[in-house]
């Protein structure tokens, strides 16, 4: 449904909206365990996130 109000207005316009374009497609975490800040891909729901430097498993929304 959404994107195809993003297609819609990108007819109208000619060129994609520029939130649309420039949306962050990463969102940065911070590990409980150590602060370190890991970087993890948007998706939907809840998202299991390891820690690269400790392997300290979070959950997060994204
Ligand atoms: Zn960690």
Known sequence: ???????????????????????AKKRYYKCPACRTVQSVPVGYGQTKVVCRRCGEIYLRRT
Not at 8 to 18: C, E, I, K, V, Y
């Open 1 to 23: 449904m959404r994107r195809r109000f993003y297609l819609f207005l990108q007819r109208r316009r000619g060129s994609m909206p520029f939130a649309y374009r420039y949306r």
